[in-house]
């Protein structure tokens, strides 16, 4: 039987704009009120996609959010016609109105926790939609982010689907951006690391002082409990707090995971040392690559600027990897004389391929961001909804909806445009029929 790790990336949603509602996240708050381009994030996004397919990797799409999300409006008591409900949020409490109509849904690493059915004790795919309680704006997503996955995975003897954990700071998920997981090969038990930024039942244990720390080790167990994980093949790390202080709002800004390999930050973790031992040991006797960049090889402030760990490492058809970095790692003298060397050297990573997503980046989204990886066997692969499958008729079939509906620029001043949330729900309603995956939005209910 054939295995193989599917990405699945957030298409970037009608609304794309920059409010600077991610406290925590430099890109997010230095681009606050930017101008921004839908078409173009949308159109960026779908390039990567395309060009993974075109390197023979199974490549998925998923969904958008609604936005502006007007239920939410009401539930905030925002009353009257839709119409209404826009232009009374937008005048009298304009930083939730900018908060309902973000198209942060595109970073689907966010989206939820997945563990293959290597791993799992039923054999079955898990999922989780992460809760993203930390940010208001984020919190709006898992409800819709639980549906669009059971559309696209709707098979229950293949597929178990979870409810997001409870909607407290407590349980503070923030999905798959915290959880990398190692393996021999994608059909082999593998080691799910999952790595969380505080304790919150412990206040005596370290934790950043300036930015939050998003995910909470309890919530991290939870997911764990919930997917039918063992201790064997789990391990539980403490991101730096240190770094949560620099800008690392996640740990897939520091780290990044494929196989067997883990490519990170010499700051990135707590208690490294012993982690790294309990990695190995759970990993077995084939040894795993610890790649470490070292503080002198290139400081946390120029990987978060460059993204360098928000890059996807791909096993390629002859069994190298490659890393797909952001435009910003080529730009940055530092980080790109680090690549150019990393390549050489005796790992199994090869090549790097360098995309513009530049539209996504000035939020802080680059491309592992975008993506949500799910490893599936041939048959769970087959038991997928085929039309969130990327193809060259499909990546064409999104171009064109992209080009009838989105707009070239949207300021936050244009979010409170009537007119955008009428092509907001015509474009989803479309997209729900493009890939088949029947009513998911509330105005679809
Ligand atoms: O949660 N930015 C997102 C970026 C998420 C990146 N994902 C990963 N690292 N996996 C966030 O901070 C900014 C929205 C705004 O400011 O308009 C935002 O939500």
Known sequence: MKHVEVNFDGLVGPTHNYAGLSFGNVASLSNAKATSSPKSAAKQGLAKMKALHDMGMVQGVLAPQERPDIATLRRLGFSGS???????????????????????????????????????????????????????????????????LQAMFNNG???????????NEHFGDEGAANHTRLCSNYGHAGVEIFTFGRYAFDSSK???????????????????????????????IQQNPAVIDQGVFHNDVIAVGNQNVLFYHQQA?????QKF??????????????????????????????????TQLLTMQDGHMAIIAPTEC??????????????????????????????SMRNGGGPACLRLR?????????????????????????????????????SVADLSDPQLLTESRTALDELTQILKLGSVYPFQL
């Open 374 to 410: 799910v490893a599936l066997n041939d048959t769970e692969l087959a038991a997928v909804n085929p039309a969130v499958l990327m193809n060259d008729e499909l990546f064409a079939r999104l171009n064109q909806w992209v080009d009838k509906h989105y707009r070239d620029e949207l």
């Open 206 to 236: 370290p934790a950043p002082q300036k930015y939050p720390a998003r995910q909470t080790f309890e919530a991290s167990q939870a997911i764990a409990r919930l997917h039918g994980l063992s201790d064997d093949n789990t391990v539980f």
């Open 82 to 148: 839709d119409g209404e409900v826009l232009s009374r949020a937008a005048s009298q409490a304009p930083q939730i109105f900018q908060a309902v109509c973000s198209a942060s849904s595109m970073w689907t690493a966010n989206a939820a926790t997945v563990s293959p059915g290597a791993d799992t004790a039923d054999g079955k795919v898990h999922f989780t939609p992460a809760n993203l309680t930390n940010k208001f704006h984020r919190s709006l997503e898992p409800q819709t982010s639980g549906r669009i």
């Open 330 to 359: 080529q730009e940055n003298p530092r980080v790109a004389a680090y690549l150019a060397e990393l390549v050489t050297r005796n790992t199994p990573i090869r090549q790097v391929h360098y995309f513009d997503v530049k539209q």
């Open 157 to 167: 003897r293949y597929f178990e689907h979870h409810t997001h954990l409870p909607d």
């Open 269 to 273: 973790f707590l208690d490294t040392e």
């Open 277 to 310: 031992a309990e990695i190995q040991r759970k990993f077995g006797d084939e040894p795993v690559h610890f790649i470490e960049v070292s503080s002198n090889e290139v400081s946390v402030e120029d990987a978060v600027q460059t993204y360098l760990f928000n």
